[in-house]
C-alpha cells in the first residue's frame, strides 16, 4: 500500500506500507551526494536520484524492488544536497532494504531509466536508524563497471512526532512600498 502526500514547493512524500497497523515511528529520510561522475561534456552532471522499496521479510516480503519517490533534478552538481525529504511508516519487526539509484536528468520528463546512470547502493532501513547520527553513508556503485569510482551518497533520517497541534498565521500589510 502507498499513498503519497505532496506539500508546497519543498514538497515531503509520505509512504504509508500498512494502513491497518500503526508503525513503530515514522521517519524522514534526507539526502545527498558527494563526489559524482560528471557525464556532461560542457557542464556538470545534473542528478537526481530515484528510490525503491523492497521487503525483505514480513508481511510485504517481495523479491523486487517498487520505485517509490523521486528528488528534484538539482542542475551542475557533483555534491547535491536535495532539499526533498521522504516520510516512511517504520516497523522495527520488518527487514525493509532501500535502492537509491543516481542519474544524470539530461532531458526531464522521459523514463528516468534513459538517461545517464551515476551509480547505486542498497542501504536497509535498520542500518539508518542504528546507525549513530542516524546517518549512513555509502559509496555508489555501477554493476557493469565495478571498480569504477562513482561518488557518495548520504542518508539520513529524523523521527517524525505527530503533535497534532495547527498553528495559523495571519499577516496583514498596509501601503507597502
Keep these: 500500500y502507498q499513498r503519497r ?3 508546497s514547493l519543498l514538497r515531503s512524500v509520505l509512504f504509508v506500507m500498512d494502513p491497518t ?3 513503530t515511528s515514522k521517519l524522514e529520510l534526507h539526502i545527498s ?10 557542464s556538470k552532471s545534473d542528478p537526481q536520484v530515484q528510490i525503491s522499496m523492497r521487503h525483505v521479510s514480513g508481511r510485504f516480503f517481495s523479491k523486487e524492488y517498487t520505485p517509490i519517490a523521486k528528488t528534484e533534478v538539482i542542475n551542475d552538481n557533483l555534491n547535491p544536497k536535495f532539499q526533498q525529504s521522504f516520510q516512511i511508516d517504520y516497523y522495527f519487526e520488518e527487514e525493509i532494504v532501500l535502492l537509491f539509484k543516481v542519474y544524470d536528468i539530461d532531458v526531464e520528463g522521459r523514463n528516468i531509466e534513459s538517461n545517464d546512470f551515476l551509480g547505486q547502493a542498497e542501504i ?10 542516524e546517518t549512513v553513508v555509502r ?16 542518508v539520513s533520517s529524523e523521527e517524525v512526532h505527530d503533535t497534532h497541534t495547527f498553528v ?10
Design 124 to 133: 536497509s532501513l535498520g542500518d539508518i536508524v542504528s546507525s549513530p547520527g
Design 33 to 42: 551526494c558527494k563526489d559524482l561522475i560528471n557525464k556532461d561534456v560542457l
Design 21 to 23: 497497523r500503526s508503525p
Design 5 to 7: 502526500v505532496r506539500g
Design 139 to 154: 559509496p555508489l556503485k555501477n554493476l557493469h563497471h565495478p571498480d569504477r569510482k562513482c561518488g557518495f551518497i548520504t
Design 168 to 177: 495559523r498565521f495571519e499577516i496583514r500589510g498596509v501601503d507597502f512600498e
